[in-house]
């Protein structure tokens, strides 16, 4: 196996290992979350002009809605940039704040950014957005650990300018040869 295609294997280990400790440990706990990301408070969503469109139930063309963006004609929680929206501080209109559920789970509508948050794969690390009151990091890395095996050691870095975004990434043990000692100095 090549260097290029063991670094894709130990992504895609790392990748179902997120996936599966988002399904066992965050997803169910989102119904009684105290901070639900959905209501967008501390997080910001990306979503792409069919999500705009479907979820603020809008009947105007694309061209309309950006001129009406920008001249402040609102939606106040949505911004337009780089042929994407950006939506902050009220929730989700696709997030049933009663029900502490999303309407749309499941469905291909659903962002991307919903389904990977807060532990997702990237460029072959594992990202965890400890904004969330559901990551529990020790865990995390137990079960990564467990993914990887033992010739691997999950190495933890906090984001300089954003502490609460934790990298996991998975480094080659080193082995020390039997019987060798260090030199003397």
């Not at 696709?94 to 991307?112: F, M, V």
């Not at 904004?131 to 650990?145: G, H, Q, T």
């Amino acid at each position: 196996m090549s260097n290029r295609d063991s670094r894709r294997s130990l992504a895609s280990e790392l990748a179902a290992a997120a996936d599966a400790y988002q399904v066992a440990d965050v997803i169910p706990h989102c119904s009684v979350c105290a901070r639900p990301c959905c209501c967008l408070d501390a997080l910001v969503l990306e979503l792409e002009w069919k999500q705009i469109k479907t979820f603020w139930k809008l009947g105007e063309s694309r061209n309309a809605f950006d001129k009406r963006l920008a001249t402040g004609g609102g939606p106040e929680e949505i911004r337009a940039g780089n042929g994407l929206y950006y939506v902050h501080s009220k929730p989700c209109p696709a997030y049933d704040l009663s029900g502490h559920a999303c309407t749309i789970y499941g469905q291909d509508i659903k962002p991307a950014g919903c389904s990977d948050f807060p532990v997702y794969e990237d460029m072959g690390s594992v990202t965890a957005d400890l904004r969330c009151e559901a990551v529990n990091l020790d865990a995390l890395v137990a079960r990564l650990a467990r993914a990887v095996g033992p010739e691997f050691r999950i190495v933890q870095s906090a984001d300089a300018e954003f502490p609460f975004l934790v990298t996991l990434a998975a480094k080659k043990t080193v082995k020390k040869a039997p019987g060798r000692r260090p030199p003397r100095a």
